[in-house]
């Protein structure tokens, strides 16, 4: 809403004004009075589901008798949020029918502003069909059994008081981790993926085309597995991972093993530069219906004796990186998520995977805009996160990871998540970041990333000492942990073990320094 800007606005020497009346549909009242064109913005142009045009009527069609040839229709915002074109999801059209009629891409959106003119200016019954086919899609959303589920919504009603706090609190949960971890000074992990290789890349593709049976494609992930682990051992690292070889992408992956979510064969949209991503689609009420990393996870960690680390997308990351149901709160829909994960969380603890990290790495993209909304926000997605681990033993270590980003702002927000470990991008701020954690006495354990991984560059020794001796002054060296600043899932074989091997020779030298 830019309703407080109002006076403003209005007396800004242009033509005409754009509003958003999607997002913020009660600043409409503000500009009443504006005696220029005013363009309503009445088609979401951040999400892909179709208007139910007879209620977008219901507000354009008094503005029309007031402001005549002075009001336009529009997207609420620029188109590029949302995919091109619907008509070609040919097998969402044949397996999810329901679902298929209640989309509308980039192109549906421009049909649907054309019915609305139609419909201003030559009358509702001139586009009778259209108008039809728009509510029965809507009625038929409303209605659906396949998104409201009796079962999400009870599980989600009838959660107790303080049900996302851990049963203990932080310093009595570290000395149980630490009495079977039996981690050393300055303990040292990877941040979840490791290379994803051109052979890992084409047994995913063959095994969906069905060129590859599911025995073999197993046996292709266990055998990246292995060469991880083994990799990991010969480095010495501390708390292990798995590597990720089976994921495709750290939402997408979990998408396709939760109930609620589906996906699109072309529904790209930009990320970010020239990068594209193609989102899934939030369309139902979320539950897990079975264990989705157990089997990986377990199978890492029986070929080796150190601790293993389960590795999860959290519920508020991959609440942002979809395109998410409008029809309830997007606060519910991630609570949604974070309970079908913390049935993965307690299925990984009973499997005997008891170190596990909760990426949120969108955490502080999910900000709005105005800060007024800001503390409303923060308490849902903090209660999300804690929610996804409630249950644990005290001796279960939950992790997680926060990409780069300016944290000073929101640092209550970060230390009241009270995971047990934080790993946060820091090589590339030369630690700059981590003296806000110290100054605001950030309770928890750290990791600080001590080289940047978006580089195949191998940093030298020294580079990397320079930042964990910046990292050991601010933060109590009992606290700190030694990691990369993020996954290695880009990266190649070779910078990837060498770039771990300078991380872990400044571990041991400093370790030894600490020892005297």
Not at 234 to 254: P, T
Request: a negative charge; proline letters at 5%; aromatic letters at 8%.
């Amino acid at each position: 809403s830019v309703a407080e800007h109002a006076a403003l606005l209005k007396s800004l020497p242009v033509d005409g004004l754009h509003i958003d009346l999607v997002r913020a549909p009660e600043q409409l009242d503000a500009f009443a009075d504006y005696d220029k064109v005013l363009s309503a913005g009445v088609i979401d142009g951040r999400n892909i589901w179709r208007a139910n045009l007879n209620k977008v009527l219901e507000t354009v069609e008094p503005l029309q008798a007031k402001l005549g040839d002075r009001l336009w229709i529009s997207s609420s915002c620029s188109l590029l949020h949302t995919p091109f074109d619907l008509s070609v999801e040919e097998k969402l059209k044949a397996n999810k029918p329901d679902l298929y009629s209640w989309l509308a891409f980039t192109l549906q959106k421009t049909q649907e502003l054309r019915v609305l003119k139609a419909a201003l200016n030559e009358g509702r019954d001139s586009v009778a069909e259209e108008l039809a086919a728009s509510q029965a899609a809507a009625d038929s959303r409303a209605n659906s059994s396949e998104i409201h589920r009796a079962d999400v919504a009870k599980r989600l009603a009838d959660l107790p008081a303080n049900a996302d706090q851990r049963k203990s609190p932080f310093a009595d949960r570290i000395k149980a981790q630490q009495a079977w971890l039996n981690l050393p000074l300055l303990p040292t992990t990877n941040i979840g993926s490791f290379p994803q290789t051109t052979e890992i890349r084409q047994a995913r593709a063959a095994f969906k085309k069905g060129e590859l049976s599911a025995a073999d494609y197993e046996a292709a992930m266990k055998k990246e597995i292995a060469l991880v682990v083994e990799e990991q051992e010969k480095l010495d690292l501390d708390v292990l991972v798995h590597g990720e070889a089976e994921r495709n992408d750290m939402v997408e992956y979990f998408g396709e093993l939760l109930s609620g979510f589906a996906f699109t064969q072309y529904g790209w949209v930009q990320s970010y530069g020239s990068r594209c991503v193609k989102p899934p689609i939030i369309f139902g009420d979320v539950s897990r219906p079975e264990a989705m990393t157990v089997a990986w996870s377990t199978y890492a960690q029986s070929l080796t004796k150190r601790p293993m680390k389960g590795m999860l997308t959290g519920p508020v990351t991959i609440l942002q990186w979809s395109f998410v149901r409008n029809d309830i709160p997007r606060s519910t829909v991630c609570k949604q998520i974070a309970l079908a994960l913390n049935d993965e969380v307690l299925d990984l603890e009973k499997a005997g995977i008891k170190v596990i990290q909760i990426d949120e790495p969108a955490i502080r993209e999910g900000l709005p805009l105005k800060r007024a909304d800001w503390d409303a926000y923060l308490n849902w997605a903090g209660e999300s996160f804690r929610l996804s681990s409630t249950g644990c033993e005290d001796s279960t270590q939950i992790h997680t990871h926060m990409c780069y980003s300016e944290f000073n702002d929101i640092l209550p927000a970060i230390a009241a998540m009270d995971a047990d470990v934080i790993t946060i991008e820091t090589s590339r701020s030369d630690m700059e970041l981590l003296t806000a954690f110290s100054e605001f006495k950030y309770p928890n354990d750290i990791g600080p990333g001590v080289y940047d991984i978006h580089s195949p560059r191998v940093p030298t020794e020294a580079e990397v000492e320079h930042l964990l001796r910046k990292a050991i002054e601010v933060v109590p060296v009992e606290r700190l942990w030694v990691n990369p600043d993020c996954g290695l899932k880009t990266r190649g074989w070779k910078e990837t073990l060498e770039q771990l091997q300078v991380m872990m020779n400044v571990t041991h030298k400093l370790r030894a320094e600490l020892a005297k």
